[in-house]
């Protein structure tokens, strides 16, 4: 009987971790298809945009939509290892911590694109001739850039990029109960992952922000910061890209491959 007992114990304790693995798993598919989803939108909502760098971002209404459609895009695949985790650590509460999480993210980052939104649209209020292309809107693009590759450099960005690359570390030393409480660890962490990405996004706007090919680009390079092991080599390889880019922006700005220059170049 002791052994019978014992067996049926090992059984039930090996079909609640698969239950427990389905249920990650599963969610983590959703995420992904929730980002495959979010990048169709994007692609269907910039078509025909002026992909050129300081482009009009259009009404403020329209651009928020777009912009937390964006992240969702960019960041879902990212975070998810995290909202996986919290998902398998609060399985017995409920199915919706994970998704108050998520939202809260997304919020805070909704938050952060209404600040840059402002940023640019009083910049091109106060210095729009000189911040044209052929004036100084190259060598601005250029110092976002440079400035871009230093902060990848940082202990602040050391510090932001160790909260998102562990989601364990992150959910113990920031953990609240309840549902109040999953929306303050998901606005927590995106609050993280702005202080390490912030700069990245900039350097988004500095090549063209409705850029479907740019946006990409600074998406892998989000994702493979906070997944790939080696964050301090992956760190400098994203500070020597961007800083290539930054020379390339002043030296032959025409020739960088997949920028739309204003002024009817085109996309070389």
């Known amino acids: 009987m002791a052994g019978l007992s014992a067996a049926t114990a090992s059984g039930s304790g090996r079909g609640q971790l698969l239950a427990s693995v389905r249920a990650r798993l599963g969610l983590v598919a959703l995420l992904m298809a929730l980002g495959g989803a979010a990048w169709w939108v994007s692609v269907q909502r910039m078509a025909g ?40 650590m609060t399985a017995r509460r409920g199915s919706l911590r994970p998704l108050l999480f998520t939202a809260a993210y997304l919020l805070v980052w909704g938050g952060a694109g209404l600040l840059a939104y402002a940023v640019f649209t009083a910049a091109q209020r106060w ?50 109960d309840g549902l109040a409480g999953s929306l303050q660890m998901g606005a927590r962490h995106a609050a993280w992952c702005v202080g390490c990405c912030w700069l990245l996004m900039a350097a ?10 740019w946006m990409a680009v600074v998406a892998a390079l989000i994702t493979v910061e906070k997944t790939l092991p080696g964050h301090r080599a992956v760190t400098r390889g994203t500070a020597a890209v961007l800083a290539l880019l930054a020379i390339a922006l002043v030296a032959a700005p025409h020739g960088v491959p997949g920028l739309t220059a204003p002024g009817g170049m085109g996309s070389m």
């Open 49 to 88: 945009m002026d992909a050129a760098p300081g482009a009009d971002l259009g009404t403020l209404g329209w651009f928020v939509v777009t912009w937390v459609v964006m992240m969702a895009a960019m960041m879902l695949p990212s975070v998810s290892p995290t909202v996986a985790l919290y998902a398998r």
């Open 127 to 176: 210095w729009g001739g000189a911040l044209s292309w052929d004036g100084g809107g190259h060598w601005v693009a250029a110092a976002v850039l440079a400035a871009a590759a230093g902060y990848e450099l940082t202990p602040l960005k050391d510090a932001c990029l160790a909260k998102c690359r562990s989601p364990l570390g992150f959910l113990l030393g920031a953990w609240r």
């Open 204 to 213: 988004l706007f500095a090549l063209g922000v409705m850029s479907l090919t």
